[in-house]
């Protein structure tokens, strides 16, 4: 089944559009956000020009509020206060007998591990690798550095303060998933 693509030029209004029409698809609408700012609009063959705008009158702005949220979150995650937020939460909610962290911040010489810990310091370091993970996994990883402050290592009383966390398990099946997906490919 063909497709036939057009480019609708950006103007004042409006991003420059990549208006995909495809025969496969007969009732479903869909925006996509492109890199530069440019959005890919997915459409039935046979809509018309007026209704191609309909569509993007209707789509542009979810377009341009998801694309604002992104942003808003990829600016808050990226912050260490942000992480000290979310230590102080999981530590009041979950492990209040865990000492206050003196500091949690991102680093970028982590590529192996999620997070690591020195509990004589009180101090935490969760990877880069996370900003943008969801909620639960990051704080999943900054519950299991705080367990470190109150047991260093893993044993099963360690375990027993990490059960704690009640998304524990999502957030498991989530980091094996990432961690599968950046594991070397065979043949590259």
């Not at 909610?93 to 810990?117: D, F, H």
């Amino acid at each position: 089944m063909a497709t036939r693509t057009e480019v609708l030029p950006a103007t004042e209004n409006r991003p420059e559009v990549e208006v995909v029409r495809s025969a496969r698809r007969t009732r479903t609408v869909q925006a996509q956000p492109l890199p530069g700012g440019k959005v890919r609009l997915l459409v039935p063959a046979r809509a018309t020009r007026g209704e191609v705008e309909e569509y993007l009158a209707h789509l542009l702005p979810k377009v341009a509020a998801r694309r604002a949220h992104r942003a808003a979150r990829s600016r808050r995650d990226a912050s260490d206060d942000f992480l000290g937020e979310r230590a102080r939460y999981l530590r009041e909610t979950y492990l209040p007998e865990a000492p206050a962290p003196a500091s949690v911040r991102w680093v970028t010489n982590q590529k192996r591990r999620w997070g690591s810990a020195t509990p004589g310091e009180r101090t935490i370091r969760i990877s880069h690798v996370l900003q943008g993970a969801p909620d639960y996994a990051l704080d999943s990883v900054i519950f299991h550095e705080l367990c470190h402050l109150v047991e260093p290592n893993h044993s099963s009383a360690f375990r027993v303060l990490e059960a704690r966390y009640p998304h524990l398990e999502k957030a498991r099946g989530f980091l094996e998933g990432v961690t599968f997906g950046q594991r070397p490919q065979e043949g590259s």
